[in-house]
């Protein structure tokens, strides 16, 4: 697969194509140029992985501005940039750069496909010609006041860079395990082979990779990838670490910090879950949560038959809440204990598994957490556009057979942080020492 440009800019004036190209080639870089004829991109297919676009905003040629000439150009940006792009910065390099604040409004609001950039910007064409020709020096001091002009999309957008770096070294270093000579004949394809498939067995066993190739080398290398970043320095990347200087004055580091419940849920479910959808989640898995067993009852798990009881072993409950609220908000759920590498021992054993209470967070009122110290509360994690929460209690673990993970859904797995940190909870909880105290 060949790389993607990462640098577009959009123009049905050769001339002003042709302006934006050599103002970055001049400054050490390039891009790819797309001309626009009879309002339709000359492109094959939209593009993915563009960090930033200049794009012209008028292509219907004696058309009045208005909504028609806006519907126009975003059906050429649309024909641009993949929905899946990723974060970018967006120009508008325009002779009608007063307009740029009604057709950023108008892409916001009628084009849902085109994803929302990082932050965008203007320039107005005509303060760069004289007479007919382009002042390439004042386009790019302009390019660069630009992009520096908001420290913190400036940093994000470097520290992506770096991320690719940090893959760049990862699969690198594993070319460097062949012969430097051999690598300059054509390269033997059954050495690499080996590496790679051994890489992905050592993840997840021998009999499972087949069942997810992409799972077993993401586990394989994510740690290497990891690694790499995470040992990333300011020498290395100085542009990177005087970004994230200026983003982050020390004037602006001296107070806490403190995010909104939803913030926290998301950026929680972004560092510890995974989905079905994006990830290998399936019932039995460590740490994976999953609906009760298609055709069981809570109560046929625990053999506690009210489950008003059970409930008290997680939340209190005030008299006068309202079932229907009750159940609103909390739902029972299984979550599995069992290493990932046990699925690749010939005989499983029982799926250990412990009963949990999903709960909304902030909970509705009359109902609180239980003071148990056998209840493990997970961070609040966003989950089906709520934000909610797992309450683990320990004396319920649950032996559930293959039979039953089959009838389960998976809903999502929590990562291998959270489940070092739940699992050390039910280990400091199951060796606490008995004591006579008095109250």
């Given at each position: 697969?060949?790389?993607?440009?990462?640098?577009?800019?959009?123009?049905?004036?050769?001339?002003?194509?042709?302006?934006?190209?050599?103002?970055?080639?001049?400054?050490?870089?390039?891009?790819?140029?797309?001309?626009?004829?009879?309002?339709?991109?000359?492109?094959?297919?939209?593009?993915?992985?563009?960090?930033?676009?200049?794009?012209?905003?008028?292509?219907?040629?004696?058309?009045?501005?208005?909504?028609?000439?806006?519907?126009?150009?975003?059906?050429?940006?649309?024909?641009?940039?993949?929905?899946?792009?990723?974060?970018?910065?967006?120009?508008?390099?325009?002779?009608?750069?007063?307009?740029?604040?009604?057709?950023?409004?108008?892409?916001?609001?009628?084009?849902?496909?085109?994803?929302?950039?990082?932050?965008?910007?203007?320039?107005?064409?005509?303060?760069?010609?004289?007479?007919?020709?382009?002042?390439?020096?004042?386009?790019?001091?302009?390019?660069?006041?630009?992009?520096?002009?908001?420290?913190?999309?400036?940093?994000?957008?470097?520290?992506?860079?770096?991320?690719?770096?940090?893959?760049?070294?990862?699969?690198?270093s594993l070319f460097d395990m062949l012969p430097r000579q051999?690598?300059?004949?054509?390269?033997?394809?059954?050495?690499?082979?080996?590496?790679i498939i051994a890489i992905a067995q050592a993840a997840l066993?021998?009999?499972?990779?087949?069942?997810?190739?992409?799972?077993?080398?993401?586990?394989?290398?994510?740690?290497?990838?990891?690694?790499?970043?995470?040992?990333?320095?300011?020498?290395?990347?100085?542009?990177?670490?005087?970004?994230?200087?200026?983003?982050?004055?020390?004037?602006?580091?001296?107070?806490?910090?403190?995010?909104?419940?939803?913030?926290?849920?998301?950026?929680?479910?972004?560092?510890?879950?995974?989905?079905?959808?994006?990830?290998?989640?399936?019932?039995?898995?460590?740490?994976?949560?999953?609906?009760?067993?298609?055709?069981?009852?809570?109560?046929?798990?625990?053999?506690?038959?009210?489950?008003?009881?059970?409930?008290?072993?997680?939340?209190?409950?005030?008299?006068?809440?309202?079932?229907?609220?009750?159940?609103?908000?909390?739902?029972?759920?299984?979550?599995?204990?069992?290493?990932?590498?046990?699925?690749?021992?010939?005989?499983?054993?029982?799926?250990?598994?412990?009963?949990?209470?999903?709960?909304?967070?902030?909970?509705?009122?009359?109902?609180?957490?239980?003071?148990?110290?056998?209840?493990?509360?997970?961070?609040?994690?966003?989950?089906?556009?709520?934000?909610?929460?797992?309450?683990?209690?320990?004396?319920?673990?649950?032996?559930?057979?293959?039979?039953?993970?089959?009838?389960?859904?998976?809903?999502?797995?929590?990562?291998?942080?959270?489940?070092?940190?739940?699992?050390?909870?039910?280990?400091?909880?199951?060796?606490?020492?008995?004591?006579?105290?008095?109250?």
């Amino acid at each position: 697969m060949l790389p993607g440009p990462q640098i577009v800019v959009v123009d049905d004036v050769p001339e002003a194509l042709d302006a934006i190209q050599k103002a970055l080639y001049e400054n050490g870089t390039s891009c790819l140029p797309v001309q626009v004829v009879n309002a339709k991109a000359q492109l094959r297919k939209p593009l993915k992985g563009v960090r930033l676009i200049f794009f012209d905003i008028h292509y219907l040629p004696g058309t009045p501005s208005g909504a028609a000439t806006f519907d126009a150009a975003g059906l050429v940006l649309e024909s641009v940039l993949a929905a899946d792009n990723g974060p970018y910065i967006l120009i508008t390099w325009s002779t009608y750069a007063k307009q740029h604040d009604d057709f950023m409004k108008h892409l916001s609001k009628n084009f849902p496909n085109i994803p929302a950039p990082a932050m965008s910007a203007v320039m107005d064409k005509e303060q760069f010609k004289t007479g007919d020709k382009f002042e390439i020096e004042k386009i790019i001091t302009k390019m660069e006041a630009i992009v520096s002009s908001n420290p913190i999309v400036n940093a994000l957008l470097c520290w992506v860079g770096a991320a690719r770096e940090a893959g760049d070294k990862v699969v690198l270093s594993l070319f460097d395990m062949l012969p430097r000579q051999e690598r300059f004949l054509p390269i033997d394809g059954d050495k690499l082979n080996k590496l790679i498939i051994a890489i992905a067995q050592a993840a997840l066993g021998k009999d499972n990779v087949k069942d997810n190739r992409l799972g077993a080398i993401n586990e394989g290398l994510g740690p290497l990838l990891l690694d790499k970043l995470m040992h990333t320095t300011a020498e290395e990347s100085p542009v990177l670490a005087a970004t994230l200087e200026a983003a982050m004055p020390e004037q602006k580091l001296k107070d806490l910090v403190v995010l909104e419940n939803e913030k926290k849920g998301i950026l929680h479910s972004m560092h510890h879950l995974s989905l079905p959808d994006v990830d290998n989640v399936l019932p039995g898995h460590r740490g994976v949560a999953c609906t009760l067993p298609e055709g069981c009852t809570v109560e046929q798990l625990t053999g506690i038959k009210e489950q008003k009881n059970l409930l008290k072993s997680y939340v209190k409950i005030k008299v006068d809440c309202d079932p229907g609220v009750l159940a609103d908000h909390t739902r029972w759920v299984v979550v599995f204990l069992k290493p990932k590498c046990d699925q690749a021992q010939p005989k499983p054993g029982t799926n250990r598994a412990v009963l949990a209470l999903e709960v909304s967070d902030p909970m509705p009122p009359g109902i609180t957490k239980a003071k148990y110290e056998a209840l493990y509360g997970t961070p609040c994690y966003q989950r089906e556009g709520r934000i909610r929460r797992l309450y683990l209690n320990w004396q319920f673990l649950l032996p559930i057979t293959d039979e039953q993970c089959n009838n389960s859904t998976a809903l999502f797995r929590f990562r291998d942080s959270i489940c070092s940190h739940m699992e050390s909870h039910f280990a400091n909880h199951a060796q606490r020492p008995g004591i006579i105290k008095f109250r």
